[in-house]
């Protein structure tokens, strides 16, 4: 009688575990912490990006401009940079390098209706410490930016509702928000309760 209470309850046990276990593996993260294998920084990031579009109907019908915005943290034993990354396209890509940069030297992010400055740290994963892109390009030829950002300006991009990315230079562009992006809200605030215990 002992013996079989006993097997029952192991039983159970494993079969609580079983369940547990399979539970977590079926949710997937949408919070990533991956270690560059050569520079030894861990780097978190998001797997839904904010995707901004700026329509340009003066050159054809449909040409769009893209910006993608996604957050990311990089600890370097135990001391956190966080930036945010932009990558930019458009259905007419411009041959010109320097021409596609323009304007974006630095770029206002505007969080229902308040405007944050932000200044390019580079061009290329070095700038942040890694030896490869964070996030996948959006388009072949897109461009990646990343711009050096505090937590607390993570986490009021993640609170608001509404963001707009306004480009500076000689000819600016005003990106708006593509649709609702339940998706990249969502990540945007596990991203900021992953690395802030927000």
């Known amino acids: 009688m002992f013996e079989q209470a006993y097997n029952i309850r192991n039983f159970a046990a494993v079969l609580i575990t079983t369940l547990l276990l399979s539970a977590c593996a079926t949710q997937s993260s949408s919070v990533n912490d991956d270690l560059d294998p050569l520079t030894g920084v861990t780097v978190t990031y998001s797997d839904s990006p904010v995707v901004l579009y700026r329509d340009n109907p003066s050159y054809a019908a449909y040409s769009r401009n893209f910006v993608h915005l996604g957050p990311i943290e990089i600890n370097k034993s135990g001391s956190y940079r966080y930036y945010l990354w932009l990558g930019i396209w458009s259905t007419l890509q411009a041959s010109d390098l320097a021409h596609q940069r323009d304007g974006y030297a630095s770029v206002v992010l505007v ?7 932000l200044d390019l740290a580079g061009w290329t994963p070095a700038a942040i410490g890694t030896s490869t892109p964070v996030y996948p390009k959006p388009y072949a030829t897109s461009l990646d930016a990343y711009y050096r950002v505090t ?5 009021l991009i993640a609170q608001g509702r509404e963001l707009q990315l306004r480009t500076t230079g ?3 562009l005003e990106f708006q928000m593509w649709d609702e992006q339940k998706a990249a809200k969502r990540d945007l605030i596990k991203f900021v309760r992953s690395v802030n215990n927000y």
Request: charged share 25%.
């Open 111 to 117: 969080v229902d209706g308040e405007p944050l400055l």
């Open 151 to 155: 937590a607390d300006q993570i986490r």
């Open 170 to 172: 000689t000819y600016p």
